[in-house]
């Protein structure tokens, strides 16, 4: 029976039988067995030039604790997509196993994933609704809740099943923790923030004195500045020192008067912190530009943001693998924002659920190394390594193949991306579907849908990958 308990040191914990009992495969699914360090040995080798990749032939938890052996803190992500426990049977494998298996399975994979990750490495556990309550207790215990950076949900149906008793589930979790989070880089989406101007100056703050260090404000045009008020009608403000303006910027210290937003400790800080400051014009009120850099990614991975789903990793699958595709694919498109989100070219990336080798290929694609590991013998030689050696050979060019350049349609509003079109295109499909223009022209309410569409989609794409690298292959025992 699950239940929670309290440890030693007040925490909340999951427990269940067999908790701390080695967990192997044999015959196709999971099973206790006894606990036993495991040799790697290179069967085979793909490709041209230095191997980048290896694909590992056995349990995910136990290669993940080899290789940390030998190789610890060097993976800068770990993604694990395990079997959901659903009940079901797949072409592939089956996905039923006791929950106390299940549980033990990924409580050492979960360790061994954190031995294996760099300081600056990051864990994301894909899953739906059925475990990741209890997953992430677990996670909690093994990365400490201080770790835990977010949970993501994925759209990962176009459309709900009609099959659903109450509520139709279209999405999918992401945990994402951090080795340490303190050391872990910023996700942002590459998408550049336009910069806002703040007046320092605010009415009803408290009239102070700041001082402002030499070539702190950016002027514009040289010359000098006589000191003296520099009200406007809403604020009263006074410069206290003539300001000599070299190469637009003041060449000496300079002290105001006024109501300010900033004290000096905040101003110091936000100067060293990089903070620009500018005036382009008098009278003499500087202002703090803000707002710049790129933007971060929410919690929210779905189609308007860009994002395939499963129908689209289906297609896909099938155009790989024929008749013969895999059940539960994962989008290439998905992979390729979690890799560029959470590391760099070059870096180590670990799946100890190869499954049809989605990570495996879309790491290869984006110049990262990668380590791939599946326990089915089978799945390795009927998916994992067939695709692998596609993608090598250049006979792939979909998924993360192509680069999608997000580039704004000369009718879109200036500042509007194309993501943003998006968005707003569904939105307003949503409002005519749901009636809210009733009274309006209903064929120039579908034309601006259309418009807003066609907008949207007006992306163009350029071949990242065309094949090349190698990757070698290694059985566990």
Same mark, same amino acid.
């Given at each position: 029976m699950l239940h929670p308990t309290t440890s030693v040191r007040d925490e909340v914990r999951l427990t269940w039988a067999g908790r701390d009992q080695a967990v192997t495969w044999a015959d196709g699914r999971l099973q206790w067995g006894a606990s036993a360090p495991v040799t790697l040995t290179q069967v085979g080798q793909f490709g041209a030039g230095t191997p980048t990749g290896r694909v590992v032939h056995g349990i995910g938890h136990d290669v993940l604790a080899h290789v940390a052996a030998a190789e610890p803190a060097t993976a800068r992500l770990v993604y694990m997509d395990p079997p959901y426990n659903t009940g079901r049977t797949f072409n592939a494998?089956?996905?039923? /196993?006791?929950?106390? =298996?299940?549980?033990? +399975? +990924?409580?050492?994979?979960?360790?061994?994933?954190?031995?294996?990750?760099?300081? !600056?490495?990051?864990?994301?556990?894909? =899953?739906? !609704?059925?475990?990741?309550?209890?997953?992430? =207790? =677990? @996670? !909690?215990? /093994?990365?400490? /809740?201080?770790?835990?950076?977010?949970d993501i949900v994925w759209e990962r149906k176009n459309k709900p099943s009609f099959t659903h008793a109450q509520i139709a589930q279209v999405t999918d979790h992401i945990l994402v923790y951090a080795a340490d989070r303190s050391r872990l880089p910023r996700f942002d989406t590459g998408e550049r923030i336009e910069p806002r101007r703040v007046p320092l100056h605010n009415p009803g703050n408290t009239v102070a004195v700041l001082t402002f260090p030499a070539g702190a404000v950016e002027l514009g045009v040289d010359g000098v500045i006589a000191a003296g008020d520099m009200s406007t009608p809403n604020i009263d403000t006074e410069l206290l020192d003539d300001v000599i303006v070299s190469g637009g910027r003041n060449a000496g210290p300079f002290r105001m008067r006024g109501p300010f937003r900033w004290n000096q400790a905040r101003l110091d800080k936000e100067i060293a912190a990089g903070t620009q400051l500018r005036c382009a014009r008098l009278p003499l009120r500087p202002n703090a530009i803000t707002?710049?850099?790129?933007?971060?990614?929410?919690?929210?991975?779905?189609? &308007?943001?860009?994002?395939?789903?499963? /129908?689209s990793a289906r297609t896909h699958s099938r155009a790989l693998f024929g008749t013969d595709s895999f059940d539960t694919p994962k989008p290439e498109e998905l992979l390729a924002r979690i890799i560029t989100t959470a590391t760099s070219p070059g870096d180590l990336v670990v799946d100890p659920f190869a499954g049809?080798?989605?990570? &495996? @290929?879309?790491?290869?694609?984006?110049?990262?190394s990668w380590l791939t590991v599946e326990a089915s013998q089978d799945v390795v030689d009927r998916y994992v390594v067939p695709r692998l050696r596609a993608v090598i050979a250049g006979q792939d060019p979909r998924g993360a193949s192509l680069e999608v350049l997000d580039e704004a349609s000369s009718s879109l509003p200036p500042g509007m991306s194309v993501r943003?079109?998006?968005?707003?295109?569904?939105?307003?499909?949503?409002?005519?579907?749901?009636?809210?223009f009733a009274g309006l022209d209903a064929a120039a309410v579908a034309g601006v849908v259309q418009r807003m569409r066609e907008a949207s989609s007006a992306t163009r794409t350029r071949l990242r990958f065309d094949g090349g690298g190698a990757f070698t292959t290694w059985e566990a025992a």
């Open positions: 494998y089956r996905d039923r /196993e006791p929950r106390a =298996l299940w549980l033990s +399975m +990924m409580r050492r994979t979960l360790a061994a994933s954190r031995a294996l990750l760099r300081p !600056d490495g990051s864990v994301w556990i894909h =899953l739906d !609704d059925r475990e990741v309550g209890r997953v992430r =207790l =677990l @996670a !909690d215990e /093994e990365y400490g /809740e201080d770790n835990f950076v977010a707002g710049s850099g790129t933007r971060s990614w929410t919690t929210m991975f779905t189609r &308007a943001t860009g994002l395939a789903t499963n /129908e049809s080798g989605t990570t &495996a @290929a879309v790491a290869h694609k984006l110049g990262r943003q079109s998006r968005l707003a295109a569904q939105w307003v499909a949503q409002l005519a579907r749901d009636g809210s």
